[in-house]
Every structure is written in structure tokens, then in C-alpha cells.
């Protein structure tokens, strides 16, 4: 469904869901078209809209960041509102069907594909144009832009970037005597290592609202060479790559290197069993640490993406994004507020807000952000091999990721995976089907 | 004198004489206000029925023509008519979350009953910090439904949780309460349960109040067990109350959305869904509102069908 910058978001989700019930089911799903057509010169207030995206001091700084910004003249003010995460979906389109949508937002990782196929983006190819020559575009992590691009244009500018990477408990892999691993044997080793001392060595966690476990299991294919669509933007799981990918998961599975709970286990039980020191090893995003805290999160690290049985590295992230809507007072307005904010927004990561990983080469080079060591590797060693939903097809999302991410069939092929009662293939081409099945024309 | 006094007083009961009294139950009379014509009290209701048919109406039609589209939460859709419904019911998601359903709400419903029913006769005799009891006994229903579950996750999710570790300790090895699927089946209903018995036990407990004494007194002078004042007099008596309870709690548990989608999310691999978590993911999960909003009135017609049902079964028992 979305992607965000950690676990908190779609946790809360989680949480926030259970606010929904049948009926609410029956009268709240909002239909409507996309907006109408974009401005010009109004000076009717711009309104940006933007997600809790870190720590309770996330929201605060980033308000103080927008409503310091002062528009040249014949240009709008920007007001600011914070959308939360429970029903941000019913949110968006209720306010897009009544016309009543943000000029700029953020939002889920993927809801700029839906509303840019219903034609209620507007696209920021001029507003790159402008970056290239202010050195603004050159300023984005490389292979980032390219990742927001469809067939008419740029759908969006990201924002900031979700990670997924392999962590270690380096204490406990030493006392277990395990080295940290550089390849999926190297991987099965310390696994083993770390069993004879009852740690596991692939956390993870596939329960309610938890999509971690999916993303897990992606990670594993895609640093295989593989993923789940090809380039004609079609599912194409059953494959080579992806089978041996899922029968290393298996394996893992067989060999109890995976917590027999883990099928069921929320993003809170998974940092409970990193706390716990249960788990030593295994995929998570790149704010683990911040996550759960305490002495644990001193003794957790990043390690360098490991290098898979077919030679390649990778793993999945979402580019998180801004996006610019149609139905707007000033898109000219729109594109000057988001260049400033785009020159101004360092803080958030600066003074650590929670934020995901910042899609910036300036701000990753601050000595703030240069001061933690993981997020540093991450930048340098896991975004350069880091791939999409798109994958290996692509880079650049689309509209038809939304059939896998965070959805009933990427969960059940999850679960099936995490319980050990199936086989590759069969959960493959199962995921196939039912991908196929949500997929939209 | 035999069994009789108690049954005649049941007889009296059941016919409307009231017990310390005879001669057939006065007629409600009927009184009008002066003034009060059928277009003043037209009137005076119009305004709350045009709120109930805006609110309710509306929402409910708009959704019906969702169910014959092709659409999502931001796109309208295509009419196809009644192909949502043929999807739906042929799918095998569906069938397997409507078995799920029927057993969660039978176990729902009579968990529920059973267990609040014992409790509101145990609340019937006297013993000490009764009051302080009957309040504890009311938290599950009173805490937040998130909280509660949060609760349960954290006493049966992981295998340090407490429950596991007492499982273990008890030589039944590893229990995995949420990961298998028929104990995830069993350990949702079983929280189903605990967070509705108190609804039942206050129901059950204002029943057994409406019960005049001199019915079990008359009971006890004829020589009839405890077991038998039970099914010949108690439940009886209360079975109009019974019913009512039985219809919300199907109600209830079919509805129920946050007690399954928050401990287990429907899984581990859809072995815990319900109709009403399949439908919200069908719609903000896969974004096809036509499918999900098929479920969901399915689910509806269902209800209406057992709730006339049980409607009906009240309207034959003539006792309260």
C-alpha cells in the first residue's frame, strides 16, 4: 500500500485501522475523480500537507521550517497541516474528490502513482529544469529522480528514503563466535552460530500491520538478481532468481534460524525480540536502532549489503515523496515554496527528528548526520544498490506496485513463507495469481 | 402440594397475570395529546428523519453503486453490475472467511452468554467485595479495545511472553498461541469472549432482576433442584432478554473489526480473517471498493437474515 520511513507509520496504521468497521466499510469508501486543472497566479494560500514522518519533534520543526518561508511578491503563503497516518488514504481522496485537495503533499510511497493516473498530479519536470540550473538536481542521491519517473514526466520529487538493510547484534554474534556475514552462506553460518546460543539469525515479523516480514523476503530476491516485476511493468515472480531467493528463506526457516512466531509478529513484538536478545541478525529499515532504544541499540550495527549466490548486491527501499497536485491555486507558487523547503529542510535531519534517510547529498555530508555510522553505510553502501518495487524490471515505480505493497497477497505469501508449509514455487506462483488478479488495466 | 405452584406461577408468567395478582393484564391505554396530528408529528420527526435518511441513506445507497462498479478509492470505476457479487461468491478467500465468521460468532455469542450468564447468577447470591468483584468484571468491556489487545498480544505473542512461558513450564513445550492457525482461531475467540462477557453478564444480570422471587420461592416449597429451577424457571424467564443479547452479539461479532485485525490481522495466512477484515482489506488494502463493499453487504443481508430470525423467536416467547 505505502511505504514510509520506518516502523512507526505502519504500526500506527495498524492501530489506526481498527477505527474501521463494516459499516464504516460500507458508507466511507469515497470515489470521485482527480482535480481540476492547476493555477496559475493566485495569491489564495498554498496548503501543504505533510506526514508525522519522525518523532514527536518531526511535525513541529518542519511547521516552523514552512511558515518561515516568505514568497516573493504576486506569489501565495503556504499554510501547513499535518495529516496523520490513520486513514491518510480516505483522507487524500476525499479531499481530491472534493476539491478541496493540498497544493503540495506528502504522503504514502505510492499515492502519487494512483492520483497521477487519474491525472491529478502536476508533473515537476519545469520545476527540475529550475533545480539544474540552481544545483539543486545535482544535489539528490544518484538514481533517486529517476525512481518517481512515468511516461509523462516526474510524478514527484523524493522526499526521503525508507530503507531496508540486514543488521547484526555484534555482541551477540561474538560471544555465538560467528563472523559477520558477506554472502548468504556466510549469512547460514552466523545463523547457526547464533542458534546454538537460542538467538535467531533471520528476525523478522509478518503479523498485524507488520510489512517488514514482505519486504524481507523482496530483499532477499532482489539481491538475487530478481523482484517481482519485469520491464513490461508485469508480475513476473516465478523466476529463477526468486525461487532460490525463497528456498534460502525456507531453509532458514527448516533450519530454525526464524522464530516459529514470526508469521504473526507485529513491528512491536519484532523490536521486543531485538530487545530481548532474541533476535541477532536479520532485515529491518534503517531506523532500527532509533526504534528500540536502550543498551540493545548500541550493540546493533548495519553491515554492508551482502553479495548473493548469482554475484549481485541489492535490496528494497521507497522513495518517499512530495508531490504537486492540478487542482492547484499557484503551481507556479507551489514550485517556489517546494524550493525553498527543498533548500531549508536539512534540519529535519540535522537535529534528528526520526525522519527516514534524507535524499540529499548535502545533508548526508553534515557532520550531524556524518556523527551515525550506520545511516552513513547506509547511504553509501546500500542506495547505491538499493532497487524499487520495480525491480528487476525497472527502477522507476508505477501504478500497479500498490498490488504488492503492504497487500493481503504479499502477506499470505509472507506467512505461508514464515510457517515453512510451503515451497517455493508454489508460494511464487501463488503471489503471481493473486497479484495479477488485483492488478489494475 | 407438588411441582405445581411453581408451574402455575411459570404458566401466569408466561400469560401475563402477574404473579401476586389475577384477572387478565390491563390493556395499555391509549392517550392523545390534544393537538398532536399526524402532520404536526410528521412535522416535528422530519427533521431527524431527513438526518438518519442523510447519514445512513445516502452513504448506504452510494455504496450499493460502488458495488456494481469497477472502482477504487480515488476513481469511480466502470459499471459491471452484479460481477463484484459472482467474484465474491465464488472466491474462495470469501467462503473461507464467512466459515471463520459463523465460527467466531457462534462462539461469540454463546462464550459470551455462558460465561456472563454464570456471572450474573454468581452476582445473585451474597458474598463479600461483591460490588468491588462486579467492577473488575466489567473492565474488559470498559478498557479500549486497542488496549486490550495490546494486552493480549503482549501475553501470548512471543514465547517470553507470559502465557507461553506458563505453557512451557506446564510441559506443553513451545505454544505458539497467535502463529499456528487453529490455536490463532481459538485464541481470538477466546479474547472475543473475555471482552464480551461483561455485555452479557449486565444483560443477563437485569433479567435475572425482572425474576420475581416468589416464583423461586414457590420452587424451592415444591422441592426442585437448583438445576431445574435453572432451565425450568430462570432461563425461561429471562429467554426474551436472551434472545435480545443473542441478536447484538451476532451483531457484534460479525462487525467486529479491531479485535481480529489488531491481534492476529486476519492471519497467520488468513486462518483468523472475517468477513469484515477481508472487506476492509479488499478496499483500502487492494483498493478495489466494488469486491469490498460486495462483502460487506453480503455481510448485511446475512445479519438482517439472522436478526429476523432471533426477532422473531422473541416475539413468540410472551414473558419478559
Known sequence: ?441 | MSTSTAGQGLTRARTGVAVRGSGPPLAPRKTRRPGASPLTLGAFAAPALFLVLLINLYPVIYAGWQSLRDGSLIDAGDFVGLQNYADVLTDPTFWAAARFTVVFTLVGVFGSWFVGLALALLLKTRFPVKNTFKLLLLLPWVVPVVVSATAWNWLVATPQSPLPILAEALGLGNVLFLADPLLAKITVCVFKVWISFPFMMMMMAAALESVDNNVYEAAKVDGASKWNTLTNITLPMISRSTYISWILMTIFCVNDFPTIFLLTGGGPVNATQTLVVLSYVTVFQNFQTGPGVAIAFLMTLVLIVISVALYRQIKKVQIL
Request: net charge neutral.
Open chain 1, 1 to 441: 500500500m505505502v511505504s514510509k520511513s520506518g516502523l512507526t507509520r505502519r504500526s500506527f496504521l495498524a492501530l489506526s485501522a481498527a477505527a474501521v468497521a463494516g459499516p464504516a466499510v460500507l458508507a466511507g469508501c469515497g470515489g470521485g475523480g482527480g482535480g481540476g486543472a492547476g493555477g496559475g497566479g493566485s495569491t489564495e494560500p498554498i496548503k501543504f500537507w505533510n506526514m508525522p514522518w519522525g518523532q514527536t519533534a518531526f511535525n513541529p520543526l518542519d511547521q516552523k521550517i514552512t511558515e518561515a518561508y516568505k514568497p516573493e511578491a504576486g506569489l501565495p503563503a503556504v499554510t501547513y497541516q499535518v495529516i496523520q497516518w490513520a486513514n491518510f488514504n480516505q483522507t487524500f481522496a476525499s479531499a481530491v474528490a472534493s476539491k478541496t485537495n493540498p497544493a503540495v503533499s506528502s504522503g504514502g510511497g505510492t499515492q502519487v502513482f494512483q492520483y497521477e493516473a487519474q491525472g491529478g498530479i502536476a508533473y515537476v519536470d519545469e520545476l527540475y529544469a529550475a533545480w539544474k540550473a540552481n544545483g539543486l538536481y545535482d544535489d539528490f542521491l544518484p538514481g533517486l529522480i529517476d525512481t518517481l519517473k512515468v511516461e509523462k514526466g516526474y510524478a514527484a520529487i523524493p522526499y526521503n528514503l525508507d530503507m531496508r538493510v540486514i543488521w547484526v547484534n555484534k555482541v551477540l554474534l561474538d560471544q555465538a563466535g560467528g563472523k559477520v556475514p558477506t554472502d548468504w552462506q556466510s549469512y547460514l553460518n552466523a545463523a547457526e552460530a547464533l542458534k546454538k546460543n537460542s538467538v535467531y539469525g533471520y528476525g523478522t515479523g509478518a503479523g498485524a500491520g507488520a510489512y517488514t516480514g514482505q519486504h524481507a523476503i523482496v530483499c532477499w530476491m532482489i539481491n538475487n538478481g530478481g523482484g517481482l516485476f519485469d520491464e513490461q511493468k508485469q508480475p513476473n515472480c516465478v523466476t529463477p532468481e526468486n525461487i532460490e531467493a525463497v528456498n534460502f528463506v525456507l531453509e532458514m526457516v527448516s533450519k530454525g534460524y526464524v522464530d516459529p512466531a514470526s508469521s504473526t509478529y507485529t513491528s512491536a513484538n519484532v523490536q521486543t525480540q531485538w530487545k530481548a536478545k532474541k533476535f541477532g541478525l536479520g532485515y529491518d529499515t534503517g531506523g532500527l536502532a532509533d526504534n528500540i532504544g536502550g543498551d540493545v541499540a548500541k550493540d546493533i550495527a548495519v553491515i554492508s549489503p551482502l553479495t548473493s549466490p548469482s554475484g549481485k548486491k541489492g535490496s528494497l527501499y521507497f522513495p518517499n515523496n512530495i508531490m504537486m497536485y492540478k487542482n492547484n491555486p499557484s503551481i507556479k507558487g507551489s514550485e517556489a515554496f517546494l524550493t525553498y523547503y527543498y533548500q531549508n529542510m536539512a534540519p529535519l535531519w540535522t537535529q534528528n527528528t526520526g525522519i527516514g534517510l534524507p535524499p540529499l547529498k548535502s545533508i548526508a555530508k553534515t557532520k550531524e548526520f556524518q556523527a551515525n555510522k550506520d545511516k552513513v553505510r547506509i547511504v553509501e553502501e546500500w542506495v547505491p544498490v538499493a532497487r524499487t518495487w520495480a525491480a528487476p524490471g525497472g527502477q522507476a515505480n508505477f501504478l500497479n506496485v500498490t498490488t504488492v505493497d503492504a497487500t493481503p497477497a504479499m502477506n499470505t505469501f509472507t506467512q505461508s513463507i514464515l510457517s515453512g508449509k510451503t515451497d517455493a514455487k508454489s508460494a511464487l506462483t501463488k503471489l503471481q495469481a493473486d497479484v495479477k488478479a488485483t492488478m489494475k488495466s
